[in-house]
Every structure is written in C-alpha cells, then in structure tokens.
C-alpha cells in the first residue's frame, strides 16, 4: 500500500462524564491501528476492515450520546499521502521497538537463568508464557503495520531469535530433570 490510496476518517465527539466511554473509543482505535490527527479525528486507509471499525465505533458513540462523521478522503498531493504513512509508520515503529524491548529482557532473562543453572519446569513454563505474550504483542502489532515499516522484519527476527533460546533452554531443562529422575532425585 505504498502507492496514493483513499483514507477513512472519523471526526466524533463524546460528552466528557463519563470519561469511560471517551477511553473506550481511544482504545479502539488504538488497537485497530488508526491515528490522530488531531483531538477527536482518526483516520485508517480506506478498507472493508475499516469501514466496519469505523460503523462500529459510530454506533458506540451515538450509544455513549455523542455524535460522529464518517468520510472518505483521498489526498490532493502525493506529498500528503506521505506524510500521512509516515504517521502510521512513526506510530507502528514505535510500538515494535518497546517489543524490541521486551525481547531482549526475555533472552536476558534466559541468559541469567541459564548461568544460574536454574532448569526447572517451573522457570521454563514462566518463560513459555512470557514467549507467548510476545508472540500475541507481535501478532497485534503486526495486524495494525498498513504499510510494513522497516522494524517490522526485525522484530520477527528477534522473535524467532527468541524462540530459539526458549526452545534451546527447554532442552537443557528437560536434560537436567530426566537427570534426575534417574539418579533418584525428585522431579518437578
């Protein structure tokens, strides 16, 4: 989607008590990867997806006893159609790089239990389930990246690099273990 597309906008307004219906349409939109442009104006490109994001939102907010405008916008120059990406790729860069983040205190977190020697079975379902909250982080992130920013391929990098050292770290937890099943030492 790198070429000039059409773009979905919503300008709404909500009355400000009680505040949980302004958070949850944030948060919506949020989660579905729309951006501000300004208070209260969000804009996705122009897809079936969106479009029933957006209707649905509509509906919330008119529930929540505010009001909203729907447009279909295509933009004069190329120049702002650029603009516009590199908004959403601002937006998505920066959600990558505090998975980058996360990423890198779990293959620490698998270095510092390794040196310790701590395979148990405990340390290594701690470890799975971290794993599989980056995996899902990834997932939504992904699922909001419109136009594949360059940290993209990097971040599932560093997941499959992460992967990697879990999978490298259950072994030895399972090597350990049957160790000692067979030495008579208990189990975990």
Same mark, same amino acid.
């Given at each position: 989607?790198?070429?000039?597309?059409?773009?979905?906008?919503?300008?709404?307004?909500?009355?400000?008590?009680?505040?949980?219906?302004?958070?949850?349409?944030?948060?919506? #939109?949020?989660?579905?990867? !729309?951006?501000? $442009?300004?208070?209260?104006?969000?804009?996705?490109?122009?897809?079936?997806?969106?479009?029933? @994001? %957006?209707?649905? #939102?509509?509906?919330? @907010?008119? !529930? !929540?006893?505010?009001?909203?405008?729907?447009?279909? +916008?295509?933009? =004069?120059?190329?120049?702002?159609?650029? /603009?516009?990406?590199?908004?959403?790729?601002?937006?998505?860069?920066?959600?990558?790089?505090?998975? $980058?983040?996360?990423?890198?205190?779990?293959?620490? &977190?698998?270095?510092?239990?390794?040196?310790?020697?701590?395979?148990?079975?405990?340390? $290594?379902? &701690?470890?799975?389930?971290?794993?599989?909250? =980056?995996?899902?982080?990834?997932? /939504?992130?992904?699922?909001?990246? %419109? %136009?594949?920013?360059?940290?993209?391929?990097?971040?599932?990098?560093? =997941? =499959?690099?992460?992967?990697?050292?879990?999978? +490298?770290?259950?072994?030895?937890?399972?090597?350990?273990?049957?160790?000692?099943?067979?030495?008579?030492? &208990?189990?975990?």
């Amino acid at each position: 989607m790198t070429e000039a597309c059409k773009w979905l906008i919503i300008v709404y307004k909500i009355p400000a008590e009680p505040s949980r219906h302004r958070v949850a349409v944030w948060r919506r #939109l949020k989660e579905k990867g !729309a951006i501000y $442009l300004q208070n209260s104006v969000c804009i996705l490109p122009d897809s079936p997806s969106g479009r029933s @994001i %957006f209707h649905a #939102l509509a509906e919330e @907010i008119t !529930a !929540a006893g505010g009001e909203s405008i729907l447009l279909l +916008a295509e933009p =004069l120059e190329p120049a702002a159609h650029q /603009k516009v990406v590199e908004r959403f790729n601002a937006e998505r860069d920066g959600e990558y790089g505090e998975l $980058l983040e996360q990423c890198e205190a779990f293959l620490e &977190e698998i270095r510092r239990e390794t040196a310790r020697h701590n395979f148990t079975y405990g340390e $290594l379902e &701690e470890n799975e389930e971290n794993l599989r909250r =980056l995996e899902t982080w990834l997932q /939504k992130i992904h699922s909001r990246d %419109f %136009f594949g920013t360059m940290k993209s391929s990097v971040a599932r990098e560093y =997941l =499959l690099q992460c992967q990697e050292a879990l999978e +490298a770290f259950a072994d030895r937890v399972f090597q350990v273990q049957e160790g000692q099943g067979r030495s008579g030492g &208990e189990t975990v």
